[in-house]
T-cell receptor, first 108, second 116 residues
Framework: QKEVEQNSGPLSVPEGAIASLNCTYSDRGSQSFFWYRQYSGKSPELIMSIYSNGDKEDGRFTAQLNKASQYVSLLIRDSQPSDSATYLCAAGSYQLTFGKGTKLSVIP | GAVVSQHPSRVICKSGTSVKIECRSLDFQATTMFWYRQFPKQSLMLMATSNEGSKATYEQGVEKDKFLINHASLTLSTLTVTSAHPEDSSFYIC????????????FGPGTRLTVL
């Protein structure tokens, strides 16, 4: 059974702080890793993808991948209230396995 | 780029009727599309994998005769909920896997189905 584990939260951070979201995955054959953001009542939106070990930065977002530890993380710098959402981690190859999501609340 | 549309966005129907939901990749080809269902405050649940030109693969517990999937082209997949009942009321979301090496999936905006 392929699994992706995330802390369900809620994770509360003050505006302007760094939010750190973590995820572990069970399938060592996974080649692709993604972070999606889902606002309440909306569908998920792809915000970051990462395929090799190390860091990948895109604006205020940094994804980190450690395949040896089967660990993926997402850092959000200068968190804004508009970042408040549920963040889904996904891992896999042809088919993705999604975590249940971490709810992030950014407090003004 | 990487836009997926879904139609209709919202539908209300009477129990026993069938509802068809369309999922289109607007600016890329998608040999594979996926159908998910999400109940309030719950996580995404994969229902089936749809492959262009072949039969869909259903997840355990999903009735293939109730949820008919057709993937007739590289940009269109449809999900038909047959003889819908109130317990089928949910948020149905499709995703399209962009053909290529990176396995990216892009989600449609979802269809909220309410069965009375």
């Amino acid at each position: 059974q392929k699994e992706v584990e995330q802390n369900s939260g809620p994770l509360s951070v003050p505006e302007g702080a760094i939010a750190s979201l973590n995820c572990t995955y069970s399938d060592r054959g996974s080649q692709s890793f993604f972070w999606y953001r889902q606002y309440s009542g909306k569908s998920p939106e792809l915000i970051m993808s990462i395929y090799s070990n190390g860091d990948k930065e895109d604006g205020r977002f940094t994804a980190q991948l450690n395949k040896a530890s089967q660990y993926v993380s997402l850092l959000i710098r200068d968190s804004q209230p508009s970042d408040s959402a549920t963040y889904l981690c996904a891992a896999g190859s042809y088919q993705l396995t999604f975590g249940k999501g971490t709810k992030l609340s950014v407090i003004p | 780029g990487a836009v997926v549309s879904q139609h209709p966005s919202r539908v209300i129907c009477k129990s026993g009727t069938s509802v068809k939901i369309e999922c289109r990749s607007l600016d890329f080809q998608a040999t594979t599309m996926f159908w998910y269902r999400q109940f309030p405050k719950q996580s995404l649940m994969l229902m089936a994998t749809s492959n262009e030109g072949s039969k869909a693969t259903y997840e355990q517990g999903v009735e293939k005769d109730k949820f008919l999937i057709n993937h007739a082209s590289l940009t269109l997949s449809t999900l038909t909920v047959t003889s819908a009942h109130p317990e089928d009321s949910s948020f149905y979301i499709c995703s399209a896997r962009r053909d290529g090496a990176y396995n990216e999936q892009f989600f449609g905006p979802g269809t909220r189905l309410t069965v009375l």
